[in-house]
């Protein structure tokens, strides 16, 4: 296992490593130690460049057209929308590995209902029908979490039924059924731990096309309404002023791009890992 999760020697895990590192400690750090309110704003600081200083107040970052501290709003912005990417990946993975694995064991009519319906769940763009849902029902916090762990179970579910129709013919699962094991004992007892592995891998590949959708329906504005801010109002909010203060829509990107640079880095290095391992 500790072999497993070493990255001394992979520069590409290193790098990934590092980006995630900077901006968990941006979500985390800022909101509890920087001292400006994200929320609170003076008109007469509108649209400072980074690195001014009003009113005895620092601006590493600038400010916005409110006046409101950059640091502030980006560290809220960027906790808020991974604690919503998080939340939608956990709803996901939990919803499609135990749907996928149930029909992968039962197989029969309960199995033709749930891949007809991954079906047509990948047969519909994602972000047309986040957006449609989302305009229906209303745009929130709350919602937005359902509708992405909701519209994101299906590739888990196919993954976890193929790997458990592959578990369930191997012979110490005979031999569970022979001593009278239940079909959920079964199941999650000898075939979710073999797993976990596939599923861990898919999960870190999944999450930069959540970062990418959250911050999508955001930037239309049905996302977290301001002036609670996440990634994605935030360069909502910039794009009429990109000329003017461009530093309102640079920074949320670069935060956006090292989040996905840094997981699809880290979900390649595990997919290389798990081939070697199988050699």
Not at 197 to 206: C, E, F
Request: net charge neutral; aromatic share 8%.
């Amino acid at each position: 296992m500790m072999r497993f999760w070493n990255v001394r020697h992979n520069a590409d895990a290193i790098f990934a490593t590092f980006l995630l590192i900077t901006v968990l400690a941006l979500c985390v750090l800022v909101p509890l130690l920087w001292p400006i309110d994200p929320l609170r704003g003076t008109l007469t600081a509108t649209f400072k460049p980074p690195l001014s200083v009003i009113a005895g107040e620092f601006h590493p970052l600038g400010t916005d057209q409110l006046g409101r501290d950059l640091l502030a709003r980006l560290g809220l912005g960027t906790a808020i929308s991974l604690s919503i990417v998080v939340a939608a990946s956990a709803i996901s993975v939990l919803l499609g590995t135990t749907l996928g694995m149930i029909a992968g064991y039962h197989r029969g009519w309960f199995d033709i209902i749930i891949m007809r319906a991954v079906d047509v769940q990948l047969a519909i763009p994602f972000i047309l029908l986040i957006l449609l849902i989302v305009a229906v029902i209303g745009p929130s916090m709350g919602n937005l979490v359902v509708v992405l762990g909701v519209t994101g179970w299906a590739v888990f579910a196919r993954v976890a039924r193929a790997k458990t129709l592959e578990i369930r013919e191997l012979e110490y699962i005979d031999v569970s059924r022979s001593i009278g094991l239940s079909d959920m004992v079964i199941i999650f007892r000898h075939i979710l731990p073999n797993i976990v592995g596939p599923i861990t891998v898919l999960m870190t590949l999944d999450l930069p096309r959540l970062i990418i959708l959250e911050a999508s329906v955001g930037f239309l504005g049905l996302g977290v309404q301001p002036p609670t801010p996440t990634l994605g109002n935030l360069i909502g909010e910039g794009r009429s002023f990109i000329l003017l203060a461009n530093w309102l829509v640079l920074y949320p990107g670069l935060v956006i791009g090292a989040l996905v640079i840094g997981c699809n880095l880290i979900g390649d290095w595990l997919v290389r890992r798990a081939d070697s391992r199988n050699v």
